[in-house]
Structures are given as C-alpha cells and as structure tokens.
C-alpha cells in the first residue's frame, strides 16, 4: 500500500523559507513532486522531479523554489525561498509508482503573511 508523510509547512513571514519533505512508502516511484491548491482554486503543479534528475517547475516558483529527491529514502524536498503571499496553500505531495495509479499525500498548508 502506497502511503506519502509530509512535514514541513507552517506559517512565515513575506521574504521568508520553508522546506517541504515527503517521505513515501510502498512502491518504487517514477516521479514525485508537489502541487498546491491555494482557496478557492484549483490544484496546481508546483514541481516534480523524475529519476532524480529531471526537474520540471510552475513558472511562478521558478528562481525561488527547489525540487530535489534522495532515491535510497524515496523522499523528496521542496525548497521554498523568497516565499510571497500568493504562495499560501495547501501544499500536496505527488508520487507516480512505476506501474499504477500516482498516489497523493495528506496536505500541509504554507501561510505566508506580507
């Protein structure tokens, strides 16, 4: 059974960083990454990471966020520098298994105040 933990989130200042972790469990994954959705919104990409290497980013986070993966854990990091206001959401782990359906985690939600 596929499960995804994450950590990390929490409330910062405009300027401010977090990391976000996610460990997952269950499977060997493809790609992983994070999406958020903010209130009122739907769900958006934020990055995802595929063999480790290949990294893909929303051009809104791209200079301020990074994405990066130890495979040995299959856990995956997010990153988040310069964080802006409109950067508040719940942020959604993602994890695509090699063969079956990708798997999402809880949510942990990311406050920035200006």
Do not use: H
């Amino acid at each position: 059974q596929v499960q995804l933990v994450e950590s990390g989130g929490g409330l910062v200042q405009a300027g401010g960083s977090l990391r976000l972790s996610c460990a997952a469990s269950g499977s060997i994954f493809a790609i992983m990454g994070w999406y958020r959705q903010a209130p009122g919104k739907q769900r958006e990409l934020v990055a995802t990471i595929s063999g480790g290497i290949s990294s893909n980013y929303a051009d809104s986070v791209k200079g301020r966020f990074t994405i990066s993966r130890i495979d040995a854990r299959n856990t995956v990091y997010l990153q988040m520098n310069s964080l802006k206001p409109e950067d508040t959401a719940v942020y959604y782990c993602y994890a695509k298994p090699i063969i079956g359906a990708p798997a999402w985690g809880q949510g942990t939600q990311v406050t920035v105040s200006s």
